[in-house]
């Protein structure tokens, strides 16, 4: 396999919260784009692993995936040991993604740090010729941080005005996460309440460039403009 984009998360259901529009835009520009999660959310109060990796593979369809997989590391517990830099560097080569996007090295849930570290990690092991015999070296050549929920100003941010729709469509697929539930309360929003928060957000994003949604992300390299006339963004 060879994908375009690899979208790497700790969670099922972060990517369609952080990065899904883009990954939906992508693919409707003809990308071949995949997204691997580190853990079943098996420490999660509602829903088993299997629902929630079913439920991620409805969503896959929603996200317009080519691939979807799960690492089934442990959640809640994620560490960045040998074994999940070299098992995830190894299914890095598998379907050699030429773009992967990392949660934001920052975060509250340390789940979510972690998987970035280990992303990052993973993608330099991946490109090691000698790190195994059955396995052929890849490196990816971009790492693209999803920041949007960690509070820093985005390198760039993509318009997925277009995509929204289908972005919240692929998150209701949890049901066992955002179902109506009398339980519900903060930690388990009903569907408007998750609506109306990602929508903020997404609006907030999308007001920063002059559209109406938007995906914010961070690079760590500076970004190369060839052409400063056509710069999209009004400054005044
Ligand atoms: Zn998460």
Redesign the pocket.
Known sequence: MSLDVLAL???P??VEQTCGGTLIRMAEMGYRTGVLDLTAGDMGTRGTPEERVAESQAAARHLLLEWRGNMHMPDARLENTLSARMSLAVKIREVKPRVVIL?YWQAR?P??YRCSELGFEACFLAGLKKLDEYSEPHRPSKILYASLYADVKPSFIVDISAQFERRMAALLSYASQYGENPEGGALFPNEREIRDRLGSIARFYGNLIGVQYGEPFVVKEAIRIDDIVAMPVRSI
């Open positions: 998360a700790a969670h259901d972060d949660p849930h789940d979510h």
